[in-house]
């Protein structure tokens, strides 16, 4: 049989115990808390740095991308000059050598330009503009019904 002071001394015991296992839940939340700062902050940090990295790398991109035309440049000419002149020599009019190289010359744009045209038209930014920005687009088919 249970005596009745036992029965009474365990009961006030939980009590305590229940305080006592209160205060670790709030101190180990105050940890979580503290940890998950201290991540959100590095994380923070962190794309920042790569933020500004990407920036940097972008324009050195930029700058690289302008000299590689640069230089291309320079070489093209330096081409077709000493191409019109070993053809002038040979006693090629030099009109005819001028149209045939303005006409490479357009030839040549016009291609880069269907090639950078098809490029453009395929990389499907307009969709996820009118994805975002909530432009309806009245070719695609209905799929909310």
Known sequence: ???????????SAAPENDVADLADLQACWARV???QKDQVSKAKSLAAQEFKLSIK???????????????????????????????FNYGIHWLLIATFFIS??????????????????SMGFSTTINAVFGKSNKNAPDTAK
């Open 33 to 35: 808390w503290a940890s």
């Open 104 to 121: 490479l010359n357009l030839l040549m744009f016009w291609l880069i330009h269907r090639v950078f045209k098809n490029a453009a038209r």
């Open 57 to 87: 790398a972008f324009l050195l991109s930029m700058v690289c991308i302008l000299l590689l035309v640069g230089v291309s440049l320079i070489i093209w000419v330096a081409l077709l000059l000493t191409v019109g002149y070993a053809a």
């Open 1 to 11: 049989m249970i005596d009745g002071d036992t029965h009474q001394t365990q009961e």
